[in-house]
């Protein structure tokens, strides 16, 4: 599983898509819509992404994790549009044989789609609002 959606995730099922009897692991990260940024408070977030290049990005790194850790299944959503405080607005799932190889590679797709994947986020404040850059 690999998508860009315009609705909230459900993390379940980005779970769901790596459960494998082979896997003793199977690991989630959430990215949330947090409330606040440098000091300021966040009232709301709005995500765009170039959505056909952020899916072959997305599909190019599962392809990756996989590579580096063997055996591993990994799934990938990340939301567009309004995302509300406290929602999720990228989801990683990874199934693998051990929690080690799990955490790694959840580790590395994270990191590799905030260096990768155009997405881009605006957060809203009371008194106005700002572009943010992906972070790794």
């Known amino acids: 599983m690999i998508a ?9 099922a980005v779970a769901d898509a790596v459960r ?7 690991l989630v990260f959430e990215g949330v819509a947090r409330d606040h940024h440098d000091g300021k ?4 977030l ?11 990005e997305m599909e190019a790194i599962a392809v990756d994790t996989r590579a580096r850790w063997p055996g591993v299944s990994v799934a990938m959503v990340h939301r567009t549009g309004p995302c509300a405080i406290g929602e999720p607005s990228v989801v990683i799932a990874v ?12 580790r590395h797709a994270i990191d590799e789609l905030k260096l990768r994947v155009p997405v881009w ?4 404040y009371a008194d106005g609002s700002a572009w943010i850059a992906n972070k790794v």
Request: hydrophobic share 40%; glycine share 6%; net charge neutral.
């Open 46 to 56: 709005f995500y765009e992404a170039y959505v056909p290049m952020a899916l072959r």
């Open 95 to 106: 199934g693998a044989a051990h929690r080690g190889e799990a955490y790694e590679a959840s």
């Open 20 to 26: 494998d009897r082979r896997h003793g692991a199977v």
């Open 121 to 124: 986020k605006r957060e809203h």
């Open 41 to 44: 408070q966040v009232v709301s």
């Open 4 to 12: 860009v959606v315009d609705q909230a995730i459900d993390s379940r």
